[in-house]
């Protein structure tokens, strides 16, 4: 076992490439507001933003890459500030990455510095998903159903933890899931702010009429928003061939996604700078992750009736004895209630958000930290 320090150092050359596609970039005319949001972005991307700063930022936490599995994982891995911190591994989503968390790592560390009580502090461990920003590209179909289980060698062989929290959200909230199914002697408590959408593809015969409300609002938002799942999970390579040789294509395709699924009424801007969308974009950018970012996808597409079989069994044997805690935040895509939820898992904790959306550690971090704590305090002597 090997762990090893990691920095963010981009080549200059890459800099100096992507630059010129900027200027050699071929805006399309558009009918609605992606144009303009296409052209302000090139704009400010080729004559403002300052990667330099942004891996400067980045390189301010501890950061990793240790082999994992037969994957070389990279992940930050921040010490609380506390008497005693509680292990706490954070997952994120698409099309995010590891700086989904980047405001909320401070609060959970060193909860004192921000208006909380040391008691409260965690130590920290956020992971890029296999196929996402530095960590390793997987080589066969198939890994999402056992990022679960990665994760879990990560934090007991590989960092030492017996028992810990986790939480996640999009992709992050079906790995934190897997972890209560496969791994709950390990795991204290999880902690969603999404129940994993998949599990909507088998209506319950008895559902109650707010889950019958909540079915269809999913079908309406799949029918209207839900395109790009589709491309994504079924033409995954033809798709990633265009962004990976685009960086406006490849920031526009990822910012809509900002922009729909967060508390921002139609204005991204009133949620994450300019700085924000771009340093994300960047990160799929030079390390041209956005095919594999896209393999998940292709993964439940193609998952077969056993892979379902299986599944369902892990649901039965974990997820139901695991304590979980849920933030519903307004603006995200989905809106459970609790009935949906609780056939899924153990919960112990349901908190309605005054606000926010789908990238709550990013919109709402104080909130989110403030939940956290509440969640997981009662869970700490176990």
Request: charged share 25%; proline share 7%; with cysteine.
């Amino acid at each position: 076992m090997s762990i090893q320090p990691f920095e963010v150092h981009v080549p200059d050359a890459v800099l100096d490439d992507v630059r010129q596609r900027l200027l050699d970039a071929r805006p399309v005319d558009a009918i609605d507001d992606s144009g303009g949001l296409s052209r302000r972005l090139a704009e400010y991307w080729r004559t403002e933003f300052d990667w330099r700063a942004a891996e400067a930022e980045i390189n301010r936490f501890s950061q990793f890459r240790a082999r994992v599995g037969e994957l070389h994982i990279h992940f930050i891995h921040e010490r609380g500030r506390g008497p005693r911190p509680l292990p706490l591994v954070l997952t994120h989503g698409f099309p995010d990455s590891f700086l989904r968390f980047i405001k909320l790592i401070p609060l959970l560390t060193d909860p004192a510095a921000h208006g909380g009580d040391e008691a409260d502090a965690f130590d920290v461990v956020v992971p890029s998903l296999p196929g996402h920003g530095f960590s390793d590209k997987p080589d066969r179909p198939g890994l999402t159903f056992h990022i679960g289980d990665l994760w879990h060698e990560l934090m007991t062989r590989v960092l030492g933890y017996d028992r810990f929290g986790a939480h996640g959200g999009d992709w992050g909230s079906t790995v934190t899931e897997h972890l209560a199914r496969s791994h709950a002697r390990s795991v204290i408590g999880i902690h969603l702010t999404d129940i994993p959408f998949w599990h909507m593809f088998q209506k319950p015969s008895d559902a109650s009429p707010a889950e019958e409300r909540f079915l269809a609002a999913n079908e309406r938002w799949m029918q209207s928003e839900g395109g790009y799942a589709l491309i994504q999970g079924t033409r995954p390579q033809t798709l990633a061939q265009a962004l990976n040789d685009s960086p406006i294509g490849l920031a526009v395709w990822l910012v809509e996604k900002f922009e729909r699924w967060s508390d921002c009424h139609g204005d991204v801007h009133t949620r994450f700078s300019d700085d924000e969308l771009l340093t994300n974009a960047m990160l799929y950018w030079v390390t041209e992750t956005i095919g594999s970012a896209f393999l998940t996808y292709h993964d439940l597409a193609h998952a077969g009736a056993m892979r379902w079989i299986v599944e369902k069994a892990k649901d039965w044997v974990g997820s139901s004895r695991v304590p979980t805690g849920f933030a519903q935040f307004p603006r995200d895509i989905g809106h459970p209630p609790r009935e949906w939820i609780e056939r899924f898992h153990n919960l112990q904790r349901y908190t309605a958000m005054p606000r926010g959306g789908h990238f709550a550690a990013l919109e709402e971090p104080e909130l989110l930290a403030d939940d956290l704590r509440a969640f997981f305090r009662p869970l700490r002597s176990s």
